[in-house]
């Protein structure tokens, strides 16, 4: 397994590891310490000059150690600018490494939109041919697996006869996950080319816009609607725990471990945490579950893949609906402070509710969420999670979010897969294991992120936990 | 009984002892701070970090030793001062 932390975004194009960030946030502590340690030998240095060296009798010995201290002195000077340049240095770096690879991937979005229109326009009669000479292979894989993730209508989509072995395999590979996520980018180009629009006008209805991975998956949505699949229904509350007392998650992997994981015996797929602290409005931590039955159809679980579906498509979910109706019973309003926590579809559900402008949003934390087409408002915090190696996240496509912390990390880089489990990394252990180097580094930007989620339930005078369990209202 | 000026001479050294003792200590979180030679940098980018990193790691090195010996010679001159008293 990595341990390396990749972080981008938070406004910034530096795209390094947490260990490249963690040295240029330690060397500047450095430099800073350094320049404090100068500042004491010139103090140690000014209280014995020589002449009171020689008028209190002292050896000459120690006329040596003002010489010492003088050199000293200037290691000193030399070593805190030496550790600040080398800082600047590797922000530079970071930054120079990110631009490029900006350029980089919006050059081969651009192209992968292209090809896909022409395939599409070209489609069915060169698309065969097309498909063995083109060098864009991964893109078109990307497009079929993107085209069965948001459209396959059974209950097994992950399960381990399905993903065992080389498929596994295949599908964990970071390079397939990357192809899929360009791929899932270019649906839509694809299906406009086919449709029989020329590929000229595609490609200036997808620079502006106009198309793009919500008009396909609300294309998807439609056409499973007339087939009776991926239909949205009302939600209706089935149950709440009994609120109990708790206390703020102090740790990123304390907040990934409290995100609902539901079961036959604990069903609830949203917790909501209320801080109360006198003189202030009520305090909101939202988390949300992630896809519970993969069905597109029949199913009364609301964190289902009509709702995925739906989630890409725009605000109308079931389960954005669940968990916008579980925080008004919670007694969440416009103005109540939420953070919101989400893992999987929850973290495309998060998103959604922070973009909808409703609620009066704090920060967003999502991990192994299909967030990349959803766009989360700039005055929103939001850190992203996601794993290189999960197939799930490539599934919303390339992360647009440039104003979101994203940390990234290949969950099984270097080790085997382990046997009979469906797209390992998207397990909410693995995102728990990131969640533990999160908090493990040095990195400021990190800690500053991790800070920012800690202090929102500080200070509280009461704070209650309650669970929500929902349920699709069924024709 | 000790002359006057020798007990403030032997005040001062004593001092200076113990604040190049802390210098030296607060110098070892310094030195605790500096990255070591990376494993995620590549290409030319790794040789120029390493080699900042190992510039950084020697003036630590020498600013250390250099306040040690400071710190050397004042306590050789406190024992000096102390044998003339004596």
Known sequence: MSDELVISGGGSFAVATDEMLGSAASLLRAADMTRDIAGSVRMVDARLSIGQLESLGIPTGVALAEDDLNYALVALEELAQRAELLSVGVRFAATSYGLGEAVVEATTRRVAANVAAVLGFLFPAWAAALVFTTPALPMLAGIGIAAYLLTRNNSDLLNAETTAGPLNELLSDPAFVLALRHGVM?????SAGAWGIPPALVSILSTASVIGLASSAGSIQRAGGVAGVLKETPVRLIGTTPPAPVMAAKTVQERVSRIPQPSAEHPEQVRIEKYETPGEPPRFEVY??????????GTAQPFDTTSNVSNAAGPHGGSVAVVAAAMREAGVTSESPVTFTG????????ARLAESGEFNTYAVFTVGGNTGQIPIPDSVPAIIVEHTDDLVVASGG?????????????????????EGVAVPAHQLTQYAETAR?????????????????????R???TATVTNYHYERVLP | MTNPIDATARVALEFQAQQLRMINERLSYVRALLPNESVDWRGPAQELFDAGVRELHR???????????????TMAALGLMSSRVG
């Open chain 1, 343 to 350: 893992h999987s579809q929850g973290g495309g559900t998060a």
């Open chain 2, 59 to 73: 003036d630590c090195a020498r600013a250390r030793t250099l306040i040690d010996t400071a710190e050397q010679r």
């Open chain 1, 186 to 190: 270019t649906v839509d180009e694809f």
């Open chain 1, 437 to 457: 180097l999160m908090d493990q580094s040095d990195s400021r930007e990190l800690q500053d992120a991790a800070h920012r989620l800690a202090v929102f339930g």
């Open chain 1, 398 to 418: 390339l992360q647009d979010n440039r104003h979101a912390l994203v940390v990234e990390r290949q969950a099984y880089g270097g080790t085997p897969l382990p």
């Open chain 1, 459 to 461: 200070g509280a005078t």
């Open chain 1, 288 to 297: 949300i579950a992630g896809t519970v039955d993969f069905a597109a159809s």
